[in-house]
């Protein structure tokens, strides 16, 4: 079983900036942090930014250029850090994590509970 934890949210004035944190941790032959997605209340739960497989980064379009993500594959843990903070990032945000059980099985994804990010104009 894997275990994905989330921290780091809380209340912030527009403007402002939060450093999220995503640990993943278990009994698997590999485990992998992909990204980082958020849900708004009444609404669908949407992407926000991922690794690619060379190790850079993809984000969506409305976090470009304030959003950055990084990891430590070694410590299975990744980062979201926050800039120019809006009131409409107001959600919780949550980490992906991919796991592979054997080296020939099919990955498995998972997730954290999720940890609540809220911005106030």
């Known amino acids: 079983q894997v275990q994905v934890v989330e921290s780091g949210g809380g209340l912030v004035q527009a403007g402002g900036s939060l450093r999220l944190s995503c640990a993943a941790s278990g009994s698997a032959f590999s485990i992998n942090i992909m990204g980082w997605y958020r849900q708004a209340p009444g609404k669908q739960r949407e992407y926000v930014a991922s690794f690619t497989s060379s190790d850079s980064a993809n984000y969506a379009d409305s976090v470009k250029g304030r959003f950055t993500i990084s990891r430590d594959n070694a410590k299975n843990t990744a980062y979201l850090q926050m800039n120019s903070l809006k009131p409409e990032d107001t959600a919780v945000y949550y980490c992906?994590?991919?796991?592979?059980?054997?080296?020939?099985?099919?990955?498995?994804?998972?997730w954290g509970q999720g940890t609540q990010v809220t911005v106030s104009s």
């Open positions: 992906n994590a991919r796991a592979f059980k054997f080296s020939f099985s099919r990955p498995n994804d998972y």
